[in-house]
């Protein structure tokens, strides 16, 4: 099973490398694939090296994309026609799509969230077309997963964890690395 991690500039730092962290400490395939060149550039200046280029990826070969937030990373992610075209097929065909932060704006633009509940940083409800806003720190609702914001991004990811490894290895991965608070 693969996952990608779309970086695009202006990303949000704590929500990128925990998602990525948290996945690959959980054993499962995470690329973090660049949107425009590398190295990327995150919301606070701090650079992250890109696994790869998203151009070139078929979206065929992932069965997961998560979505970190931060602004203008979230916007950016929305005027990519690649990374939409990614969560359109990845949710077409079951998989499980993600965001954080501010990035479930991405998903709204896409139309996965219809019917759905979702949960964002607050004042981007609106941005969520379809979805019923729940304000939780972590939303599950079937294949699709939401979180609120940067101090949400360990909860978040070990969700991601649950649904694409199991219980077992989230409550293994949580224990391991003393997340305390759940």
């Not at 695009?8 to 694939?33: C, K, M, P, Q």
């Not at 916007?75 to 939409?84: A, F, H, K």
């Not at 409800?125 to 699709?144: F, L, R």
Request: proline letters at 7%; hydrophobic letters at 45%; glycine letters at 12%.
């Amino acid at each position: 099973m693969k996952i990608i991690v779309p970086l695009a500039e202006g990303f949000e730092e704590i929500e990128a490398v925990t998602i990525i962290d948290v996945l690959r400490r959980a054993g499962l395939d995470t690329t973090g694939a660049g949107i425009g060149e590398s190295p990327v550039r995150g919301s606070h200046a701090i650079a992250l090296s890109a696994d790869e280029p998203i151009q070139g990826l078929d979206p065929a070969d992932f069965a997961a994309i998560v979505l970190p937030g931060g602004m203008p990373g979230s916007e950016n992610l929305r005027r990519s026609e690649t990374v939409i075209s990614f969560i359109r097929n990845i949710h077409q065909r079951g998989g499980v799509v993600a965001a954080l932060c501010a990035a479930p704006l991405v998903l709204g633009h896409a139309g996965v969230l219809e019917g759905r509940r979702a949960t964002c940083y607050p004042g981007f409800e609106d941005t969520m077309k379809g979805a019923t806003p729940t304000g939780a720190p972590v939303e599950v609702d079937g294949t699709i997963i939401t979180g609120r914001g940067p101090g949400c991004a360990i909860p978040f990811a070990l969700a991601l964890v649950e649904a694409l490894a199991g219980k077992t290895m989230m409550k293994e991965l949580r224990d391991a690395m003393q997340v305390y608070w759940m």
